[in-house]
């Protein structure tokens, strides 16, 4: 995967464009405060991350393709998603469902005031 390909993935991915800056195919008329960054440094592909003003290097490659799956993988890997419930406790999820609802309109209610 070259750069190009990169952000054809990215946007095919729904990526936001703010996420990442690639010179000469992804760049910013105003830079966001943080973002993630491929560029090539010498020999070298260097993904990394912008932030507080500072470029900070995350991880270095030999390749563009490597450095690419990299920075792709990073933007587009949500983590694992939420384990399985036992029945036991979708049974009382299910039992305490009112319960539930109602102390959550409540907390909603007391943020509403605060922030009035």
């Given at each position: 995967m070259d750069r190009r390909e990169l952000c054809e993935a990215l946007v095919s991915a729904g990526v936001p464009d703010g996420l990442?800056?690639?010179?000469?195919?992804?760049?910013?008329?105003?830079k966001p405060v943080d973002f993630m960054y491929l560029r090539?440094?010498?020999?070298?592909?260097?993904?990394?991350?912008?932030e507080r003003g500072l470029y900070r290097t995350m991880k270095r490659f030999d390749s563009e393709d490597a450095a690419?799956?990299?920075?792709?993988?990073w933007l587009t890997d949500r983590g694992p998603g939420p384990g399985p419930d036992?029945?036991?406790?979708m049974e009382a999820i299910l039992r305490d469902r009112e319960e539930i609802q109602r102390a959550a309109r409540e907390a909603y209610d007391r943020a509403r005031r605060a922030g009035s």
């Open positions: 990442y800056e690639i010179p000469g195919f992804h760049e910013f008329e105003l090539q440094e010498g020999d070298a592909w260097v993904v990394g991350s912008f690419s799956r990299f920075l792709y993988k036992t029945a036991e406790e």
